[in-house]
């Protein structure tokens, strides 16, 4: 504490650097997490658990990444709503992109397969 | 990041209103050039989910198989095909050079100058080292007859979009090596130190600019999270 009073004294900068652990340890973890999404190839898991690992693999290190490394888990929450609202918009194209891309390859399969 | 003026505000979920509401700067405690950093980093977003969302409609609307990543992106150890490992490599080197950013941005704050600048140099070279990697990746695919229109190995969708969506990380790694390189110089010679005036600016530098130089390198990290998810292992 006594640290961070006396680095507040100088009213520009922030006054917050995190202990060098909660570093190592999430780097740590993206190592193994990154390891294990490898893992989800090595074995040629297939179908639903295949999807399923990968995801939840990613969203585990992009999470990790933007709480801790980009800082975003001691940021207001002003910033952080402001940054994470907009995926939702991103998410609806991905709902409707799949839509899309059930139609066209139904589309081709009828003219280009059944139509011969 | 905390500052001492900001410990009376409202916390958690009744800052929002209060801080949007306030009248005046809506992002407190924040630096206006990494809030600007970020607003860059969420337009970024939109670019390559717009990338990736096409790819995903690509490969989804093809009535052609598509290639097998895992064999095409093999490389050979000892005479063995391994599955993926130049790409796994990739990541290890995108991951550690994520982490020694990580660790630059807080030795900045501590104003460790020699640390600080070390641990940029080194995000630096696990840059670069990327980058030529992506290269090597790029000339053996390339030597292998694959081209944005067509590809030996399945549905022709797959050079373009292997070519635009690596193609624009990798521009994104490259300019982000250029400024590592940059501010090594600039935090060695101590101009964060003594406050001098940066090239394009009037303002006194600031330790500030090593978080959000490392607010991008992160975020170039982040982007190879889901390149590696969709493209290389879906």
């Excluded at chain 1, 179908?47 to 693999?57: A, M, N, V, Y």
């Excluded at chain 2, 391994?82 to 941005?105: D, E, H, N, Q, Y």
């Excluded at chain 2, 170039?220 to 590696?228: A, C, E, M, T, Y």
């Amino acid at each position: 504490m006594d640290q961070n009073s006396e680095i507040s004294k100088d009213k520009q900068k922030p006054a917050t650097t995190h202990k060098i652990g909660i570093y190592l340890w999430i780097w740590g973890l993206l190592f193994v997490l990154s390891f294990f999404s490898y893992m989800v190839d090595w074995y040629q898991f297939q179908g639903l658990l295949r999807w399923s690992l990968i995801l939840f693999f990613m969203f585990l290190k992009a999470g990790l990444i933007m709480a801790f490394f980009m800082h975003l888990f001691w940021e207001r929450y002003t910033l952080v709503n402001v940054l994470l609202w907009p995926m939702t918009a991103i998410a609806c194209f991905v709902g409707l992109m799949v839509a899309e891309g059930k139609y066209t390859v139904f589309t081709r399969l009828i003219y280009f397969v059944l139509g011969e | 990041m905390s500052d001492s003026s900001l410990e009376n505000l409202p916390k958690g979920w009744k800052g929002v209103p209060s801080d949007l509401g306030s009248d005046q700067t809506a992002f407190k405690g924040v630096q206006w050039g990494k809030a600007m950093m970020w607003i860059f980093l969420l337009s970024d977003t939109f670019i390559f989910s717009c990338f990736l969302i096409s790819y995903m409609k690509g490969r989804a609307s093809t009535v052609v198989d598509w290639p097998n990543t895992s064999e095409v992106f093999s490389l050979d150890f000892m005479g063995v095909p391994v599955p993926l490992l130049l790409i796994a490599i990739m990541t290890f080197v995108l991951i550690t050079s994520s982490g020694t950013m990580a660790l630059a941005v807080k030795y900045g704050y501590e104003k460790n100058k020699k640390m600080c600048g070390w641990f940029i140099f080194a995000t630096a070279i696990g840059g670069l080292t990327f980058v030529g990697m992506q290269a090597y990746e790029w000339s053996k695919l390339i030597h292998e007859g694959v081209r944005p229109w067509s590809n030996p190995f399945g549905a022709g969708q797959f050079g373009s979009y292997f070519f635009m969506i690596t193609g624009f990380h990798g521009t994104h790694v490259s300019i982000g090596v250029i400024f590592l390189f940059i501010f090594a110089r600039k935090v060695f010679r101590g101009d964060f130190d003594t406050g001098k005036r940066g090239f394009f600016t009037t303002m006194k530098s600031d330790y500030v600019s090593i978080e959000i130089l490392g607010l991008y390198w992160h975020f170039v990290d982040l982007v190879w999270v889901f390149i590696f998810a969709f493209f290389y292992l879906w």
